[in-house]
Nanobody, 121 residues
Framework: VQLVESGGGLVQAGGSLRLSCVATGFSFDYYAVGWFRQAPGKEREAVSCTSGRSGPVYYLNSAKGRFTISSDSAKNTVYLQMNSLKPEDTAMYYC???????????????WGQGTQVTVSS
């Protein structure tokens, strides 16, 4: 199992980014893939998750209405579309694999290496 994130970068406040998580070694149809983020000096927090059983789930109140999670089974890729970005969204963003959607980092079975998102004011 391998998860590879991409799409991070430097963007001005109010801008948008789309993160991608490409998975190999398993099918999204049977698993859940979540997005987490960790800012310097802070704990890792759950952002969103999607699975064939639950559909999209949003954990982060500040992201609701701004972030959208989606998946493309043919490409085995999960996306996180982030709009109206704020400086407080600055963090390393990770995707993670689990059997079901869970906001608990310790529940995740596999992690990607992360992609950095920096939002300037």
């Amino acid at each position: 199992v391998q998860l590879v994130e991409s799409g991070g970068g430097l963007v001005q406040a109010g801008g948008s980014l789309r993160l991608s998580c490409v998975a190999t070694g398993f099918s999204f149809d049977y698993y859940a893939v979540g997005w987490f983020r960790q800012a310097p000096g802070k704990e890792r927090e759950a952002v969103s998750c999607t699975s064939g059983r639950s559909g999209p789930v949003y954990y982060l109140n500040s992201a609701k209405g701004r972030f959208t999670i989606s998946s493309d089974s043919a490409k085995n890729t999960v996306y996180l579309q982030m709009n109206s970005l704020k400086p407080e969204d600055t963090a390393m963003y990770y995707c993670a694999l689990n059997g079901v959607c869970s906001p608990d980092s310790s529940d995740q079975a596999h992690w990607g290496q992360g992609t950095q998102v920096t939002v300037s004011s």
